[in-house]
């Protein structure tokens, strides 16, 4: 298959756009997605510490959506900057935290900041997307502050293990033998993007790793991810925890060399 030229990069980023924004609507009402407890909140802040440290730094969260890890990242006392693709996603960002972040407008692959302008930067589910990952990460490599720390979220939507399809197909009869309701829109829209995403074959943790250590991340560990999936399982109705049980979830912490060790 032929590489996606930059035109066809630019009219699947405004699909991509197109599709988010007609979801930013229901976006919180999903688990996983927007923090539904005290528990699940504690668990972000124990993530984020463990990744960053416990200092306030200046941190930026990149496709921040309706602006929920910004809040978990607020919490903590860090400063910062948030950034989506969706200016519907920015408004629900904008109106739940006003002006306690700086909430831009901006696409995470053409990053509009200074060299070396932050300490941290955070992504959850977003990865998966990118239409140009090695110049996505470029720009995470360039934006970070010498010795900074880049956080990622995200996980393999498209394969599963045979254990983790028969997971998926039993929560997906519960929830429609309890007439549950389904937060999705657009399905055949979903599936036409998603098949021409970079990672349309899935996005496994040592791919990604191999990709950030091309772009000159170094010391890149797994984080506690699983965690945060406990409190999402604990605050869900059965058929939502089951269902989020369903694919391969995972987190990882890369740094940038140089600078004080932390």
Known sequence: MSAPTPQDNFSLKEEIRAYWSARAESFDLSYGHAIKSNRELAAFQRLIRDSFGPAPLDVLDLACGTGEITRALLSLGHRVTALDFSEAMIARARAKHGNAARI???????????DASYDALITRHLVWTLTDPEAAFAEWFRVLKPGGRLLVIDGDWVNRTRWQALV??????????????VHQIDADTHASITSRF???????????????????????TPADYHQVVREQQRA???????????????????????GAAR
């Open 168 to 181: 998926n197909r039993f929560g997906t009869w519960l929830r429609e033998r309890r007439g549950a309701a």
């Open 104 to 114: 831009l407008l901006g696409d995470a692959e053409r990053l509009l900041d200074d």
């Open 198 to 220: 970079y990672f349309r074959d899935g996005l496994g943790r040592e791919r990604l790793e191999a990709m950030l250590t091309a772009a000159g991340f170094t010391g890149i």
């Open 236 to 258: 869900a109705p059965l058929h939502d925890a089951i269902r989020l049980a369903s694919s391969t979830r995972f987190a990882l912490v890369a740094r940038k060399p140089g």
